[in-house]
């Protein structure tokens, strides 16, 4: 009965085909090291996971920012559990996402025709980044405040628009309320977004070509 | 037959994946339905009284319901709340005393008492009731909820509700 449901449903839809395509692909023999990517993969579905969870409390507004995160962490159950976890997943994925290039350029699989996976990989990077950067303002303390006064100090440095960068980056000249709910805007919309939209790029390219071999000594 | 008792590698991969892959979902999924029921459960619906002091009940007129509004705090998750509730006093004579809630039985919006037609009426969808509390008009299901209420020294006191 239950293969005959598969059947028609699979006919339909092609569990089958999409299956064989995506996760029965051939590959190299590769290691562990291989795996940093899907690791990756792995953290971003938590954090967005977590991330929604977390929205549930948060209120993205200076008077109540601070007060919003101690209740998820001492007020709500489990709180502390879903904050902690997407506190470091964020770390470990930052880890995992340099850790995931390294290995890339050291097996030199960005070489043709895998540039653009590359490519796009840096943007990822330059993505996630920004989300740590974003997601750093938010719990609203000191050390959040000063580390975006900081970070966002160093972007006006760029030569002519520096001073720009800064004004846009806290919408206006001080870190205030606005700061605030751009940097929650980009944290929890544009940047995952983004992110999840540059991912499938990244995954089309790696199916498409599938995974590198290993160089051998006359490569 | 000999062979059906053995688990083949691929096959043992395949069972152990998914149960790491069921008990770190169970992992996050129950902590995170807790997360999100917790103020629900934590709250626990009604429960909280307090008898709130209304002064002398010589201040109330005898034959006319008299409002009286008192303000609650009380804090919901990082937010302190101020609540405003009110009631009507109502003497009917010396010792004759009814405390009326003014929230209305049908959705519960406040009802208002209106001197000229000796009818308190519900803004929201024209629920009409009698000096009483009881039904005329509109759709409220029950009459306006009688409080409980006790005389010290003169004091009226009225037990209040939560929830």
Redesign the interface.
């Known amino acids: 009965m239950a293969s005959k449901i598969y059947q028609w449903l699979d006919e339909r839809l092609g569990f089958d085909d999409l299956y064989k395509s995506l996760l029965d692909r051939p590959e190299p023999h590769g290691t562990w090291w291989n795996t940093l990517g899907s690791a990756t993969l792995f953290l971003f579905t938590m954090q967005v996971l977590t991330g929604i969870f977390l929205l549930v409390y948060y209120t993205p507004s200076p008077d109540h920012a601070y007060d919003s995160i101690q209740y998820i962490m001492n007020g709500v159950a489990f709180g502390w559990l879903i904050r902690g976890i997407h506190h470091w997943s964020a770390t470990l994925m930052v880890l995992m996402v340099f850790l995931h290039m390294l290995r890339v350029f050291v097996t030199a699989s960005y070489k043709y025709p895998r540039e653009l996976t590359w490519v796009v990989g840096v943007f990822l990077l330059l993505t996630t980044l920004g989300l740590g950067l974003t997601g750093y303002l938010l719990p609203w303390n000191q050390r959040s405040y000063f580390a975006t006064t900081v970070a966002t100090e160093i972007a006006g440095l760029v030569p002519g628009i520096g001073p720009f960068i800064t004004r846009t980056m806290r919408g206006g000249t001080d870190l205030s309320a606005l700061t605030l709910s751009r940097f929650f805007a980009a944290h929890v919309w544009m940047l995952p977004l983004t992110l999840a939209g540059l991912i499938g790029v990244h995954l089309y390219l790696i199916i498409r070509h599938g995974e590198s071999d290993y160089p051998t000594e006359e490569d | 037959m000999g062979k059906s008792h053995e688990v083949s590698r691929r096959d043992f991969v395949k069972i152990m994946t998914g149960v790491a892959g069921t008990v770190i979902g169970a992992g996050?999924t129950l902590?995170?339905v807790?997360?999100?029921l917790?103020?629900a459960?934590k709250s626990g619906g009604s429960g909280k009284e307090d008898w709130i002091d209304l002064g002398p009940l010589e201040n109330y007129p005898i034959g006319e319901p008299t409002p009286f509004n008192f303000t609650r705090t009380q804090i919901n998750?990082?937010?302190k709340t101020f609540s405003t509730n009110g009631l009507f006093v109502l003497r009917k004579s010396d010792t004759e005393v009814e405390v009326l809630s003014n929230v209305c039985t049908h959705l519960g919006c406040r009802v208002a008492w209106h001197e000229d037609k000796g009818e308190f009426i519900c803004p929201c969808h024209d629920g009409v009731f009698d000096e009483d509390g009881n039904v005329i008009s509109g759709p409220p299901p029950r009459p306006l909820d009688h409080l409980e209420f006790k005389v010290e020294d003169g004091n009226l006191f009225v037990l209040f509700k939560e929830g």
């Open positions: 996050i902590p995170a807790g997360y999100v917790d103020p459960i998750g990082w937010e």
